[in-house]
């Protein structure tokens, strides 16, 4: 079992920086393919990023490419998410999702393992 736990959410004001962390426990995380999600009142839960095991060639969603970064270290068994550039429409709830399998990343039923999620908001 995988136990999956965010952290660093809060309040900024637009053009702000926040980074999220998603603690990784119950197996080794340097196994895990990692996504990063988030869901805003009233709408579907949507792609943010995800990284690889190895931590190399993250991906992202266009809405926050050149803006987030995903990192990992493994040694910690944690996963980051370097929110800059902060816009009021970043405002959502943010979990992290764990699974062994990376394909198929942008959807959410490719991660079998979910956090409980952590509150961004973001002021105009």
């Known amino acids: 079992q995988v136990q999956l736990v965010e952290s660093g959410g809060g309040s900024v004001q637009a053009g702000g920086s926040l980074r999220l962390s998603c603690a990784v426990s119950?197996?080794?995380?340097?196994?895990?393919?990692v996504g990063w999600f988030r869901q805003a009142p009233g709408k579907e839960r949507e792609f943010v990023s995800t990284?690889?095991?190895?931590?190399?060639?993250?991906q992202y969603s266009d809405s926050v490419k050149g803006r987030f970064t995903t990192s990992r270290d493994n040694a910690k068994n944690t996963v980051y998410l370097q929110m800059n550039s902060l816009k009021p429409e970043d405002t959502a709830v943010y979990y992290c999702a764990a699974d062994r399998a990376g394909g198929g990343y942008r959807a959410t039923d490719s991660y079998r393992y979910w956090g409980q999620g952590t509150q961004v908001t973001v002021s105009s």
């Open positions: 990284i690889s095991p190895s931590g190399l060639d993250p």
């Open positions: 119950g197996r080794t995380a340097s196994i895990y393919y």
